[in-house]
């Protein structure tokens, strides 16, 4: 562990400590004011930028004035503290994290004479306001959403539970970025393990810095690092992760970052949405099928339907008409392989292809890669009426982590099918199976309450079923106060 420096009551120490540190002299985006006060010298450091200037100058106004009001020269520390108007002042005792606070946006004031300085948090940092999120819309429901802002997606959870024992801790992490990162969960609800396993994996983290925030940060804590199926949920919905924060489970929120990390999960909360809980339990149920429906058609249509092409005699009669009715110039596997590639060449191009532009880039979709490669050949009919129903499918699986995973499966799938048939497909699943069956998220069971099964809780996966009648925890995240409610 590194030597931690001393506040000097030399204010020139300190200075230059700064100064050699920060590099005042050369970067110019840190302020720098020295005033006499009482005569007491006492100076000011800020972050331009991310500091409130107004409120900067308010205090350096109110620090001056006190010249005209007081003369007791030896409380000039106290004096100091009183006058500070801001609801945060706290005393640091080391330069380092008197450094620390000042590149976190807030001001430092050291006097000299005292060997501690003055913190006092008026950050005001660039951002947006809250707003819907683009990837978890809802037709009725809350349209706010967390920021880059770690203190306004905070207090947006705040907002929807009022509960003293709701405990929010701050950490820092990155040796060089010392990133922000806040462990959110309920003192009486959340397992005490669960949160002490998730703070040491954090604290754990060595790193020069977290550019890329939260996904960093899971790739940390995560265990399996390779696998491509999500471990954390992600979300951008300050409802969402208050339901979670409800049910025992913890919320990473990583500054910078709009999303923030739901642990631990399952497969299976990666297929819910707010949407289902915004209407009435018989609808949410519909929603809810539809949506799993259209997850098994985006992992099992496409090899199912060229099993059928390859193996006709499968088919009865009067579903004769799902087999292919003319062979291309290529055979049908690569067909749907290419078709699949080029299907997320056309999404890679919608993201980074200037939104003015995206209408032009859906006509050149849809005349080019569809009718004419149909014209010429390349893709029978068929193909590109069974990739586009796999396509929207994997489109309206509510993560979008999951829904790049289960493309993994599906090609997986189709390639065993071309290669051994029925034995290919059948085998394909089964390993499948047994590869999600393996994985944990931090120590909870991926494809529970499928495996290991629990009858009451898969109920509660397949139906919405009305709040009044949900007042049980999931026991498998092992909550300390399994009920939601009072059981009469």
Not at 88 to 108: F, K, P, W
């Amino acid at each position: 562990m590194k030597n931690l420096r001393s506040v000097s009551k030399h204010l020139k120490d300190n200075e230059v400590y700064i100064k050699d540190k920060v590099g005042i002299d050369v970067t110019f985006d840190v302020g720098f004011r020295e005033l006499l006060i009482l005569e007491e010298k006492i100076q000011l450091y800020f972050v331009n930028g991310l500091v409130d200037d107004s409120t900067i100058a308010e205090i350096i106004k109110v620090l001056v004035g006190i010249n005209d009001h007081e003369n007791n020269r030896e409380k000039v520390k106290s004096i100091i503290h009183n006058r500070l108007v801001n609801l945060q002042v706290e005393n640091v005792s080391t330069m380092d994290e008197a450094i620390d606070q000042l590149l976190s946006g807030l001001i430092t004031i050291f006097i000299d004479g005292e060997d501690q300085a003055f913190v006092v948090d008026i950050r005001h940092s660039p951002g947006r306001t809250p707003e819907e999120p683009d990837t978890e819309r809802v037709v009725r429901g809350a349209r706010d959403g967390f920021t880059e802002n770690i203190i306004d997606s905070v207090a947006l959870m705040r907002r929807r539970i009022r509960d003293v024992r709701l405990r929010n801790e701050m950490l820092k992490v990155g040796e060089r970025s010392k990133t922000d990162v806040c462990i959110s969960y309920i003192k009486d609800i959340a397992d005490e393990d669960l949160v002490k396993l998730t703070k040491e994996k954090i604290t754990a983290i060595e790193v020069d810095g977290i550019t890329m925030a939260d996904k960093t940060v899971e790739e940390f804590i995560v265990e399996n690092k390779w696998n491509p199926f999500p471990l954390v949920r992600y979300t951008e919905r300050p409802d969402v992760a208050a339901h979670h924060l409800l049910e025992g489970r913890i919320i990473i929120t990583v500054d910078t970052s709009p999303s923030v990390i739901i642990l631990p999960t399952t497969y299976f909360d990666h297929l819910e949405h707010a949407e289902e809980f915004r209407q009435t339990p018989a609808v949410g149920t519909f929603i809810r099928w539809i949506r799993f429906f259209a997850v098994l058609s985006s992992l099992f249509l496409l090899p199912l339907w060229f099993l059928f092409v390859i193996e006709p005699s499968l088919l009865p009669e009067q579903l004769s008409f799902i087999g292919l009715k003319e062979e291309g110039n290529i055979p049908t596997v690569v067909q749907i392989i290419l078709a699949v590639v080029g299907i997320e060449f056309l999404r890679m191009a919608a993201i980074h292809t200037p939104t003015p532009l995206a209408t032009a880039l859906g006509l050149i979709a849809a005349v080019l890669i569809g009718q004419i490669a149909v014209d010429v050949g390349l893709f029978s009919p068929e193909v590109i009426l069974y990739v586009s129903i796999s396509t929207i499918g994997s489109y309206v699986t509510p993560s979008h982590e999951l829904s790049v995973a289960n493309k993994f499966i599906n090609i997986f799938l189709l390639i065993l099918t071309a290669l051994f048939g029925v034995s290919g497909f059948m085998i394909g699943i089964t390993i499948s199976l047994f590869f999600l069956v393996h994985f944990t998220s931090i120590k909870t069971p991926y494809l529970w309450p499928f495996l290991p099964f629990n009858a009451k809780a898969l109920l509660f996966t397949v139906m919405r079923i009305p709040v009044p009648y949900s007042n049980a925890r999931p026991h498998i995240i092992h909550p300390k106060n399994v009920y939601r409610q009072p059981i009469k």
